[in-house]
């Protein structure tokens, strides 16, 4: 059974511009979440989705944002760049909402230059 | 909200050491608890989990036990290798369906 799938792998942006992440969860897991993982924050949740609605979301400012598709496959969205959202974002999906396990993708790298 | 403090690394042992990595946790009710483990250039895996007060997670021979009484879920191993080498988080589990994450150790096992 395939894993969560992050694309893409690795980004490069220019501050001011916007970025697009792609998360395609486990089949059949209807939860996808998002955290930003960086070396002074450490891991910091982002938002929770379930049934293409947000259902939760971590304290991030309005520039962070994002979706969940029919499909259950998610995106999100940073716009006008900063250095500081230089970080490794992960997306984990679950069956369901709830202390059930979460299953974590190999993240995306995005480097802001 | 709910808060995981683990202990600080970076962990450096000798093979077939014994490992302890400290965890509390702060928490409204009684939440689910994890390790999960990263391990170089890859994603976050799921070591152990427990899900109530008492409950030993155990997993490769790594195991945690829930202490309600003293909010813990510390991690042991009873002999590392080299293969170990990673960086391990304690995670609660909120009723708010987010998982917090402590800060993270660094183990480092040398042959």
């Known amino acids: 059974k395939a894993g969560v799938t992050q694309t893409p792998r690795y980004l490069i942006k220019t501050r001011g511009q916007q970025v697009t992440l792609s998360c395609s969860p486990i089949?059949?897991?209807?939860?996808v979440s998002w955290y930003q993982q960086t070396p002074g924050q450490g891991l910091q949740f982002l938002f929770e989705?379930?049934?293409?609605?947000?259902?939760n979301k971590g304290n991030f400012p309005g520039r962070f944002s994002g979706r969940q598709f029919s499909n259950s496959r998610s995106e999100m969205n940073v716009s006008t760049l900063e250095l500081g959202d230089s970080a490794l974002y992960l997306c984990a999906s679950s069956r369901d909402r709830g202390n059930t396990e979460a299953f974590f993708g190999q993240g995306t790298r995005l480097t802001v230059v | 909200g709910n808060s995981v403090t683990q202990m600080e690394g970076p962990v450096t042992l000798s093979e077939e050491a014994f490992l302890t990595i400290n965890c509390t946790y702060t928490?409204?009710?009684?939440?689910?608890l994890f390790w999960y483990v990263q391990y170089p250039g890859e994603g976050l895996q799921l070591l152990l989990k427990?899900?109530?007060?008492?409950d030993k997670g155990s997993n490769k021979g790594f195991e945690a036990t829930y202490r309600k009484e003293t909010t813990s879920f510390h991690l042991e191993k009873g002999s590392v290798q080299v293969s170990d080498s990673a960086v391990y988080f304690c995670v609660s589990g909120g009723s708010n369906y987010k998982l917090t994450f402590g800060k993270g150790t660094l183990l480092t096992v040398n042959p």
């Open positions: 989705y379930f049934s293409e609605t947000q259902r």
């Open positions: 427990a899900t109530k007060a008492d």
């Open positions: 928490a409204t009710g009684y939440p689910s």
């Open positions: 089949s059949g897991h209807r939860s």
